[in-house]
């Protein structure tokens, strides 16, 4: 069972413009919600991350949006750049479950120049 | 300094082989975990040490054996692999193992199993 969605699984922008990451979860005990990006050869680093008490959290051109009704999340990336071309994920995790971070299936994006 | 560093990048391994990954930080962090990442797909957590004690085993096989000898190493050692279990081999280390710990993750180990 995929305990979170995220979509699309591709996406391309042009370099300038808004790039917008989907997740959806099922598990009402989440209650951390990190995004990480993950470039070709390299591990997974984390981006941004919210609590679901938070509607809306920004650092720099990253953004997101909580919505604890919908069971939804989302990363905009504001003024795309072409070294923003990686793969994002995603997760999610629970406070009585070690830390355990549940991923998304993962979005892969390339802006072009 | 954030670093998690994994050794080695790349492994070739038979199926009756036995060989080990290794993976080490250096910032105190009390929690370190390995991940098996499939190409385009996200990483699967595989076990969690907390204080050099394994406490999440993610009902994997026992060809995989997790070692923490002290709180900066860990390792992970393979034997009779099969080919599927061909991945990235991903190690991560947090603070504790509460959710608002950040994990900082290797760049990987690449294996390869003939």
């Known amino acids: 069972q995929q305990q979170v969605k995220q979509s699309p699984q591709s996406l391309i922008v042009q370099k300038g413009g808004i790039s917008i990451i989907n997740c959806a979860y099922e598990?009402?005990?989440?209650?951390?919600f990190p995004w990480y990006q993950q470039f070709p050869g390299k591990g997974p680093a984390l981006l941004i991350a919210?609590?679901?008490?938070?509607s809306e959290k920004k650092e720099g051109r990253f953004t997101i949006s909580f919505n604890k009704s919908a069971k939804q999340f989302s990363l905009h990336i504001m003024d795309s750049q072409p070294g923003d071309s990686a793969t994002y994920f995603c997760a999610a995790s629970r406070g009585n479950a070690g830390n355990m971070l549940t991923f998304g299936g993962g979005t892969r994006l390339m802006v072009k120049p | 300094d954030t670093e998690v560093t994994q050794t080695p990048k790349h492994l070739v391994m038979g199926m009756t082989n036995k060989k080990s990954l290794k993976c080490e930080q250096h910032?105190?962090?009390?929690?370190m975990y390995w991940y098996k990442q499939k190409a385009k797909k996200p990483p699967e957590l595989m076990f969690v040490?907390?204080?050099?004690?394994?406490?999440i085993n993610e009902s994997v096989p026992s060809r995989f054996s997790p070692e923490c000898p002290n709180s900066s190493l860990l390792n992970l050692h393979l034997h009779a692999l099969q080919p599927e279990d061909s991945a990235l081999y991903l190690c991560a280390s947090s603070q504790g193992v509460q959710p608002k710990n950040i994990q900082y993750f290797g760049a990987g180990t690449r294996l390869s199993v003939l």
């Open positions: 040490y907390s204080y050099e004690k394994l406490s």
């Open positions: 919210i609590r679901p008490d938070v």
């Open positions: 598990n009402t005990a989440f209650d951390y």
């Open positions: 910032m105190g962090h009390r929690a």
